[in-house]
């Protein structure tokens, strides 16, 4: 086995490597993969180890599974589902704990950070659907649990297991959290996508799950120079290619974690199909689908305050949500050739401006064969 063979770009295998080896670079794809120096390696095979158990399945199924949102509508506004995560963080926080997940940085990248305080959390919350840079994330987790502090990590699935992977043990100190998964997206595009989308301005407070339109049909906003642009989220070309799969890591369409066993304590995502439950909360302002995954996780949720739970079958719940992987769309690896050879605008208009015309086309054409007028445009 390689280690570079199918790397999901945890990072475990690098924090373990103790010659410094492995370096996590960024690939022509733009995705953060393991690199190795055979100069440096002594064949100690833990790295190959630690990616071994990153991609083995949890052992169990979930424990219980809940429809679940924070009875607070600000930060439950400002979260992609029903603000979960926030009060399970407070409650960390509360025991002058710490938090780590994914976070924009001053130049719009997405890096693991931990924070402290609560008025940090707001750093934490939504979706930020590209790969995150785990960094010294999981040699900073270790340090504090070695310390005795409690511990709430937030990440991927298969983040995760990488951390898992990494501490080779268990810690009654550390919680973790991972998410229903679609899959994660290129930091390289998204670095570049970032310049079209500038134009040589300021770019902050990018949201892709903003809820001004509500949580069912949520849109991708950011500010330019301090203005807020907004627009559906399928309208925009970054969030359009990431849907359709084209973004996505080839990676996550073998993933093992989808509609399988999570290895966290907790899995959260969004309740979609909730509106089928007639005795079910949903106002629009977003639901969690919440799974308990193990006893500490349970313990977790009940410490949570503020939280409004309520029990449902966890199997049908899913059913709405993404229980395989994700497809690879035809034409994935010709796109990716395109990309590196024309670049971001190349492919944008290939495969986002061209396809919608054509979609546009087809259903101009089929309104007018319906409603018949397209013989009188013939006359």
Known sequence: MKITDNCIGCSACSCLCP??????????????????????????????????????????????????????????????????????????????????????????????????????????RGSKYIQSNIASSFADVKNYLENGVE???????????????????????????????????????????????????????????????????????????????????IDDPFCFLFDKHYLLNTTCFE???????????????????????????DDNKGVSLCFVNTDKGAKMLNEAENLCLTKVDGEQAIKSNHTAPAKMPEGYNAFWEMYNEFGVKKVINTYFYNTRFKRVKLLIKSFLVKTKLIKIFIK
């Not at 509609?259 to 079910?280: M, N, Q, R, S």
């Open 19 to 124: 010659c410094n080896a492995i370096e996590m670079v960024v690939n022509s794809n733009g995705f953060i993969n393991a690199k190795v120096d055979a100069d440096k390696c002594v064949g100690c095979n833990k790295c190959v180890n630690a990616c071994k158990c990153v991609h083995s399945s949890a052992d169990s199924t979930f424990v219980q599974a809940y429809h679940a949102y924070l009875n607070n509508d600000v930060i439950r506004m400002g979260s992609s589902s029903g603000g979960v995560f926030s009060a399970l963080a407070q409650a960390i926080i509360k025991k002058s704990g710490v938090v780590f997940g994914a976070a924009f940085n001053e130049k719009n990248e997405v890096e693991h950070v931990f924070v402290t305080e609560s008025d940090e959390l707001h750093k934490l």
């Open 151 to 233: 511990v709430l990590f937030s990440g991927t699935p298969c983040q995760v297991s990488g951390l898992l992977s990494f501490l080779g043990k268990d810690y009654d100190n550390l919680t973790t959290v991972d998410l229903i998964c679609h899959g994660v997206t290129s930091p390289g595009f998204w670095k570049d996508y970032l310049k079209v989308l500038s134009k040589s301005k300021n770019i902050s407070d990018v949201n892709f799950r903003d809820k001004i339109t509500g949580w069912h049909r949520f849109s991708f906003s950011y500010r330019k120079n301090g203005k807020k642009i907004e627009k559906l989220f």
């Open 255 to 281: 993933c093992e974690f989808a509609g399988k066993p999570h290895k966290a304590d907790i899995t959260l995502g969004d309740f979609w199909g909730v509106e089928k439950y007639t005795e079910l909360f």
